[in-house]
């Protein structure tokens, strides 16, 4: 259990520097992108439809469809584009601030509703609110002082937490179709498809002619991200799912950044800074006040899921 968990949180924390790798060697973002969701969406899709005959009906169909574009194209549109002008540590810093959007879509889609005591801004999320957005000015403070460079890393930053609005939308929207019984894993694959068909319009509307022949440099990072981060990553992910809980396996945001900063620094010489530093604790630090009553529950439930899991698997 313990162990698949670590082997996500490394893939995960990775697949930033992955991404950089290929934008480094002249790919086109949104194609890049693209590519690598639609072909491991296919790729699972095919692989559950044939191995089960699992399908989707319409709504499950629609649902996927809108987490893909929301999740999954929208959201990499923006962090493929902008990790061109930013380094992978800082993206991997701002996707680190989604669960903050998350909880703010659920307060205002919850608000007034019964029994949504958990989703109401309690003094302590909107200390974490405001902390986990002051770490990201403080992160991306340094990055901001390069002139007409500094105004595309701007510009990227901007793009990269707005679509995790989006994003935001895109996981409650998840969270409600998961629960209907829904195979995780289908349903993933479908919105895998949804985002990568997304992206690769994006490419056809504005990469024209753009980029560079694909060399073995960028061969290599699409197959890494499609295959560890699309395929071996989202599964874990989903089987964690399964086997815990929803939440367990959405913690994987309080330990890639860290992961992704170090490997930045590590492979591609990216600067670690005390801005870099500062700036993180006080992001996973506000992540963490704003889903800490979520969190509590989370220890004391995994024992009966994992039994539960366990004894399907005996059967």
């Not at 509703?113 to 200390?127: D, E, Q, W």
């Not at 395929?231 to 992910?237: E, P, Q, S, V, W």
């Not at 396996?249 to 900063?261: C, H, K």
Request: one cysteine or more; glycine letters at 12%; proline letters at 3%.
């Amino acid at each position: 259990m313990l162990g698949a968990y670590a082997l996500m949180c490394a893939i995960f924390g990775t697949t930033f520097l992955a991404i950089k790798v290929g934008l480094g060697a002249g790919v086109q973002p949104f194609f890049f992108a693209g590519m690598r969701f639609l072909l491991a969406g296919l790729a699972v899709f095919a692989f559950f439809r044939w191995k089960a005959g699992a399908t989707l009906s319409r709504q499950q169909w629609q649902d996927a469809t809108y987490v893909g574009v929301t999740m999954t194209g929208m959201l990499f549109a923006s962090l493929y584009w902008g990790e061109q002008y930013i380094t992978s540590g800082l993206a991997a810093l701002l996707a680190a601030t989604a669960p903050l959007k998350v909880s703010l879509v659920e307060q205002v889609q919850r608000k007034g509703r019964a029994g949504s005591g958990n989703a109401v801004f309690t003094p302590a999320k909107l200390f974490g609110l405001v902390l986990g957005l002051a770490g990201v000015g403080i992160a991306v403070y340094p990055t901001l002082q390069g002139g007409t460079t500094g105004t595309l890393a701007l510009i990227a930053v901007i793009a990269i937490l707005l679509a995790q609005g989006t994003y935001a939308m895109g996981a409650v929207r998840s969270k409600a179709a998961l629960s209907s019984g829904v195979n995780p894993y289908l349903f993933n694959a479908a919105q895998m498809i949804a985002g990568g068909l997304l992206l690769l319009l994006l490419s056809a509307l504005f990469e024209h002619g753009q980029g560079q022949p694909w060399n073995r440099e960028i061969l290599g990072a699409w197959v890494y991200l499609t295959v560890f981060g699309s395929l071996i990553g989202h599964g874990t992910y989903y089987w964690l799912v399964r086997a815990t809980n929803p939440l367990f396996p959405s913690t994987w945001t309080y330990v890639s950044p860290i992961i992704a900063q170090f490997v930045g620094f590590w492979w591609a010489g990216e600067s670690l800074t005390a801005y870099t530093f500062i700036g993180l604790i006080s992001v996973l630090s506000g992540v963490l006040l704003v889903n800490w009553k979520v969190l509590q529950t989370l220890l004391p439930s995994m024992p009966a899921r994992q039994a539960d899991t366990l004894q399907r698997q005996e059967q």
